[in-house]
C-alpha cells in the first residue's frame, strides 16, 4: 500500500471512531485527535475533517468545566489548554485563551501549589505543567507582567525551582529507557529548558540546572540510535540559547557516531506507534538541523511505514475500538507522521 491509502485507511477510520471515544485528553483522547483533524482539513481542504474537529471542541468546551477531568497533561485540563491554545495560535480558532482558560488556570493552580512531590515525566508531573504554562505565557509581556500573567509567570518558576529539586534528588530517573520512548525524561527536559530560556526567565536558575544535568547529558551515549537523535537533537535546541563548548563536543560526538540504518533496524515492523514507535522520530527530526540527511531518513521512515505488515491486520481486521484512533499510541499519531513526511520532503 502507499502513503495515500494507508493516510485514507487512517483518516476514514479516525472519522468513524472519533465521535465514540471517551477520553477528553491530548494524548489519548479527544484532544489530540482534534488537532490532528484540523490539520487535515487544512491539508487536504475538507471541510467534513473540520467539522468533526470542531464537535470534538464543543464537547471539550463543556468537558473543561467538568470537576472530574484530572489536571495533567496527558490526560487531562494542562494538555487540554495546551491543544487549545496550539489551535488558537495557528488560526483554527478564534478564541481568548484568558477568558476560556480562567477556571482550568485555577484548578491546575491549586493542585501545583498544594502537591507536596509531583514526578517530573511529561504525562502526570512538571514538564506536562511547564509546557503547558510555556503555552499560556508565549507572546505575552513577562517584564511587567500583572494579574493572571502574573500568576502564571510565577507558578512556571516554581516549576523550574521543583525541576532543579528533582533532578538533584532523582537523576537516575533521567536514564536511558530500554526501549524508544518519545516521552525519555532528559530530552524532554533540556526541551523544556530551552523553551524557558527563549523566555529570558530565571536564567540563573536554568543555568545551575545545566550545570547539574551536565553529569549525566556528558557522559550518556546512548545505546539506541533513535535516542542518540533524540539526545543530539535536545542538545543542539539547548545551545541555539546558551554556549556551552563541552556540551557542543558532545553533540559532535553523537552526531558521529549516530547511525540512520541502526535506527530504521530497531523499529519491529509493525511498531509504528508515536510514543513508542517510529513514527515517533518523526517530530524529533522536524527540531533537528545538523544531525543527519533530515528528508534522506524521513523518505526511509516513509518506506518502512508503508510496507509494515501492520496495514494488512488493520484491513483485516475483527475489533477496532475508539482508543485505537489516539494521537500517542493509536493510527492519528501514524496519520501524524506520515503528515509530516509529506510537508517536509515535498517543502
Not at 92 to 118: R, S
Not at 131 to 152: S, T
Amino acid at each position: 500500500m502507499t502513503s495515500l491509502d494507508n493516510l485514507h485507511l487512517i483518516n476514514n477510520l479516525v472519522l468513524q471512531n472519533a465521535p465514540l471515544i471517551k477520553n477528553s485528553g491530548l494524548m489519548k483522547g479527544k484532544m489530540g485527535i482534534s488537532i490532528y483533524l484540523f490539520h487535515l482539513s487544512r491539508k487536504m481542504d475538507e471541510t467534513i475533517f473540520r467539522e468533526q474537529a470542531e464537535n470534538l471542541i464543543d464537547d471539550l468546551y463543556k468537558e473543561v468545566g467538568n470537576n472530574s477531568l484530572p489536571t495533567d497533561f496527558g490526560n487531562g485540563l494542562a494538555g487540554i489548554v495546551w491543544g487549545i491554545d496550539h489551535l488558537i495560535h495557528n488560526g483554527f480558532l478564534d478564541a481568548d485563551p484568558d477568558e476560556i482558560f480562567a477556571d482550568a488556570d485555577d484548578k491546575i493552580f491549586q493542585f501545583i501549589t498544594n502537591q507536596n512531590e509531583i514526578p517530573l515525566n511529561l504525562e502526570g508531573g512538571l514538564l506536562g505543567y511547564g509546557f503547558y504554562l510555556l503555552a499560556r505565557l508565549k507572546n505575552k509581556q513577562l517584564e511587567n507582567a500583572d494579574g493572571r500573567d502574573y500568576i502564571l509567570l510565577r507558578l512556571l518558576i516554581d516549576i523550574i525551582n521543583k525541576v532543579y529539586d528533582f533532578v538533584e534528588a532523582k537523576e537516575n530517573q533521567l536514564l536511558e529507557p530500554l526501549a524508544f520512548k518519545i516521552t525519555w525524561i532528559l530530552p524532554l527536559t533540556l526541551i523544556f529548558l530551552a523553551e524557558v530560556m527563549h523566555l529570558k526567565i530565571h536564567q540563573q536558575k536554568i543555568s545551575r540546572i545545566l550545570e547539574r544535568l551536565s553529569i549525566i547529558v556528558l557522559s550518556l551515549i546512548p545505546i539506541r540510535h533513535s535516542h542518540r537523535l533524540y539526545l543530539a537533537t535536545s542538545i543542539e535546541m539547548v545551545l541555539k540559547y546558551q554556549e556551552l563548548p563541552q556540551w557542543r563536543e558532545h553533540f559532535i560526538l553523537l552526531k558521529d557516531n549516530f547511525n540512520p540504518e541502526i535506527l530504521l533496524s530497531e523499529f519491529p515492523d509493525k511498531n509504528l506507534t508515536l510514543s513508542e514507535g517510529i513514527s515517533g522520530i518523526c517530530p524529533i527530526l522536524i527540531n533537528s538541523n545538523n544531525i543527519c540527511d533530515k528528508n534522506e531518513l524521513l523518505f526511509k521512515i516513509g518506506d518502512k511505514i508503508d510496507n509494515s505488515s501492520f496495514w494488512n491486520e488493520l484491513n483485516n481486521r475483527e475489533q477496532f475500538l475508539p482508543a485505537h484512533i489516539s494521537l500517542s499510541k493509536g493510527i492519528a499519531g501514524i496519520g501524524l507522521a506520515l503528515n509530516i513526511i509529506s510537508h517536509e520532503i515535498s517543502s
